[in-house]
């Protein structure tokens, strides 16, 4: 049962334009989320997180927006650039609920086009 | 700082053997947790170690057992292997006991298991 879903394999965006990557959950109980950010050859890396008190939270070029009502999230990066070009999780947990584990999503690969 | 180290980076072996993968957390950091990813199927949670105890656990048989040591390192065995064990093995490591409150999960490199 895949409880953080991305249901876009893959995306492509022009240089400068905007990047929105979408992520759905299914467990209400999660109330943190994260995005993390992986080059081909090494681990993810951390980018940007929201906690469920709050409906969005801005790093930079990077903004996260949480739709509790929808359980829906989504990263905005803007403008992006050829450096965005990676594999996009989402993560979520249950913090307040004793299963801080996170769990991931598919994957979304993002490309930068020049 | 020296990151995450995972060792060894690539690893084959055949079915019905077992492999330990080995992880050295940042220094200072006591939690380390391990993750499974394969085409397809994401990032799988494993088990969560924290002070040589282990306080999580994911959904996969008994073959996949892992320890924690004084020092914080980490390894991962499993045994009997099947096909589909073939994976991207990531281990990542937190200052905290909860994986990732107040730090994120800082990941390493990972080993890629190939099963044959």
């Known amino acids: 049962d895949q409880q953080v879903k991305q249901n876009s394999p893959s995306l492509s965006v022009q240089e400068g334009r905007i990047s929105i990557l979408n992520c759905d959950y299914t467990?209400?109980?999660?109330?943190?989320f994260l995005w993390y950010k992986k080059y081909p050859a090494e681990g993810p890396t951390f980018l940007i997180s929201?906690?469920?008190?709050?409906d969005k939270n801005e790093d930079g070029r990077f903004t996260v927006f949480l739709n509790k009502s929808a359980k829906h999230l989504s990263l905005h990066i803007v403008p992006s650039q050829p450096g965005d070009s990676a594999v996009y999780f989402c993560?979520?947990?249950?913090?307040?609920?004793?299963?801080?584990?996170?769990?991931f999503g598919t994957g979304t690969r993002l490309t930068i086009i020049p | 700082k020296a990151g995450v180290t995972q060792t060894p980076r690539y690893l084959i072996k055949t079915r019905g053997q077992q492999v330990t993968l080995s992880c050295s957390p940042i220094?200072?950091?006591?939690?380390v947790s391990w993750y499974q990813q394969t085409p397809g199927q994401g990032l799988q949670f494993l088990f969560e170690y924290f002070s040589e105890t282990q306080r999580n656990k994911g959904n996969f048989p008994g073959r996949f057992s892992g320890r924690q040591f004084s020092n914080s390192r980490s390894e991962m065995n499993v045994s009997t292997l099947e096909l589909g064990d073939s994976a991207l093995y990531l281990c990542?490591?937190?200052?905290?006991?909860?994986?990732?409150?107040?730090?994120?999960?800082?990941f390493g490199n990972g080993t890629r298991l190939t099963v044959t």
């Open positions: 929201i906690s469920s008190i709050k």
């Open positions: 990542a490591s937190s200052p905290y006991e909860r994986q990732y409150l107040n730090s994120p999960l800082h």
């Open positions: 993560a979520a947990s249950a913090v307040g609920f004793g299963n801080e584990k996170l769990t």
């Open positions: 220094s200072g950091h006591r939690s």
């Open positions: 467990n209400s109980m999660f109330d943190y």
